[in-house]
């Protein structure tokens, strides 16, 4: 079939296997008809647990989703409480979880991922916050007219303080003792994130606000405690700040989340690859932008390399080196042809080509790679052409055609039968989950090895220049050392064997 037009084929599966709906829409949303023709077939299949898990979440979606009546009611018991007027009782049996926009793209998509599994673990609705572009770029994820975002201007959100001041907060409230926990003191090394209370508010029977960006502090992470997680259970409204993958810490000090995960998700490195590519298709828009990009340059290629450079300096400074070092990963892993030694040799055409797809906010890197393969023949004659879609050179999240250009690169990544990534990026970790691969990522060779920045390799003799990841799933880059069940600080890495540091952040912490 081509991959452009739409069609009913058995061997044609674009629910992957179950993993979404036969009623999901394909006339709105080309990209979800379209996009598994052009990426590697996942050898892993959804657990049935997961695709009755899915229809149900989009049934209670459909019951319970923005417009709908539920929904208005609930909105409106929200809206009274914000302000004061309401009664705080409940009733209804729709609960939600607010995700709000923080940080780039690639923070945005793994923090989706991690607030849609929440909302699995606890029955919750999920809806997205309006007033960012999300709903540019990403298609509706549940089948029937029940959309996912709110509208830009949903009165609750407009009225409320969204960061470490807002006196709604729920590590304030188990600060100062008005949420039921027994744990008091802090270990000495979170004393110094926590944040003054000198805020007063009682909490509310109607929401919580639920802070777990980068900077939170130890009140805020005992969300991932079962006794103050369990104090959330009822109350209808959680909004949420975060900008991370939290889903590691869901698994550790959570009982019954752990079971319904290991139900959910049997290969447990599979959690964010069977939800990004359940929940996330790019709109038409974007769809019709990458497909610029694949026919030109893509699409006549026997295999492709994706490489994914992040650059993390303000201002972008290039790193000459780093060309080496992504060259050197790729032939010594055989990614890429090794070049001849003897010239004139094209005449041994195999008649395959690699193309290799260069993301990074600067052109150096793809300038670089192509020219050497310019300048040299391989040894098999096999052709390599090198592409890069966009070099903004600057991060610009709040302008969209920015973000269209970020969006649509992970998406074209996700077509690649290999994957040179970065470390500490999240942008490389939507491209990995998407693709299904396990990425080979570039070793930091800085002496500082905890530095946050990607520091390139100063030394020709550096080794390895890279190494293949065991899990796919996304790194959790701020998780807490709290140990819940003794209530001190402790290395969670060595509670759970599928639940370990990360290969790229040694702090992190992440799914195997
Ligand atoms: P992270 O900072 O690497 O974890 O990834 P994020 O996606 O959260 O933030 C980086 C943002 O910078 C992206 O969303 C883009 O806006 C921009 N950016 C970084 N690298 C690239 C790139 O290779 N291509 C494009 N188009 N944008 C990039």
Redesign the pocket.
Known sequence: LPYYTLGDHEADDFTLGGLLSEESDRTQCYSRGLIHRLRVASPHVPSPYLVKALRDYEALHQRCGPGTEAFNKSALDLELALTGQGKQEIDGDCRYIVWTAN??????IISIAASFVYALLTRRVLVLDGSSDMSQLLCEPFPGEISWILSPDFPPLSTLLLNQCSPHRFGLHLQQGTILSSRRDPPEIDQKTLFPSTLTSQPSSIFSYVYLLHDYDFFDKLFFCDEEQSSLQAIPWIILSTNMYFVPNLYLYLPQFREELNRLFPESDTIFHHISRYLFFPTNAVWSWMMRHYDAYLRKSSRILGV???SFEYPPVMHPELTDQILRCALENHLLPRISKVEGREHLSTGNSTAVLV???LPDYSEQIKEFYAEHSTETGEAVSVHQP?H?VH???KAHG??V??WG?MCLLSFSDNLVTSP?????YVAQGLAGIRPWILVAQSSDTDSHFFQASSSESASPACSQVLSMDPCFHAPPYYNCAESRGDDTSTVLPCVRHCEDVSWGLKVF
Not at 424 to 428: C, I, L, Q
């Open positions: 940080s780039g793209l690639g923070n945005r994914q450079i992040r993301t990074s906010l966009s903004e991060q610009n999240t920015h973000n250009k970020a690169e500490m990026s999240t942008f490389g």
